[in-house]
């Protein structure tokens, strides 16, 4: 007889200083996510260096008991220049959780060897043969912004003239 194994999991986060700050422990690893994703949202606010999920079987003793379902470390990001880009390396992803950003990087899901990367505020997408390149390819987009003159925050105006913007050096 196969018994059930309890779990929890716990996000954290850790600061510049070292100090690790507990989110919670949650029942269920979606929850889990959720509260981590949400809190991401405010890493521009904080010195943080990174963040991950661990999962802890209860009643099991010594280093068995825990399983990191993943890290992610924390950069500024190469589009909006906030400290809000969470790089996983393992699973070769990333996401800015900056407010009017969100510039992303993952494996491609259709050819492994393929790394796509975008932003959502303009449908910029490109495809990459390494996580290099794609990382390249965000800060390239990032300097167009600053050389058209775009600030870190972008609004609905901003955003307008943005398009605007790529669709004239496309011509």
């Keep these: 007889m196969v018994e059930d194994v309890q779990r929890v999991f716990v996000p954290s986060v850790t600061e510049e200083d070292g100090n690790t700050i507990g989110l919670g422990c949650f029942s269920t690893e979606k929850v889990a996510w959720e509260v981590l994703r949400t809190f991401l949202k405010r890493s521009e606010q904080m010195l943080l260096i990174n963040s991950s999920v661990v999962v802890w079987d209860i009643d099991?003793?010594?280093?068995?008991?825990?399983?990191?379902?993943?890290?992610?470390?924390?950069?500024?990001?190469?589009?909006?220049?906030?400290?809000?880009?969470?790089?996983?390396?393992?699973h070769f992803s990333a996401l800015c959780y900056g407010?009017?950003?969100?510039?992303?990087?993952?494996?491609?899901?259709?050819?492994?060897?393929?790394?796509?990367?975008?932003?959502?505020?303009?449908?910029?997408?490109?495809?990459?043969?390494?996580?290099?390149?794609?990382?390249?390819?965000?800060?390239?987009?990032?300097?167009?912004?600053?050389?058209?003159?775009?600030?870190?925050q972008v609004s609905g105006t901003a955003e307008q003239m943005m398009q605007e913007h790529f669709e004239q050096s496309n011509d």
């Design 99 to 152: 407010s009017s950003c969100s510039a992303w990087i993952e494996e491609n899901t259709i050819d492994p060897e393929l790394i796509d990367c975008g932003w959502p505020t303009i449908r910029f997408l490109k495809q990459n043969k390494s996580i290099d390149d794609a990382v390249m390819e965000l800060y390239k987009l990032g300097d167009k912004l600053k050389a058209a003159g775009v600030r870190e």
């Design 60 to 90: 099991r003793i010594g280093e068995d008991a825990m399983t990191v379902l993943a890290t992610m470390d924390c950069k500024d990001c190469p589009v909006c220049s906030r400290r809000t880009f969470w790089i996983d390396l393992e």
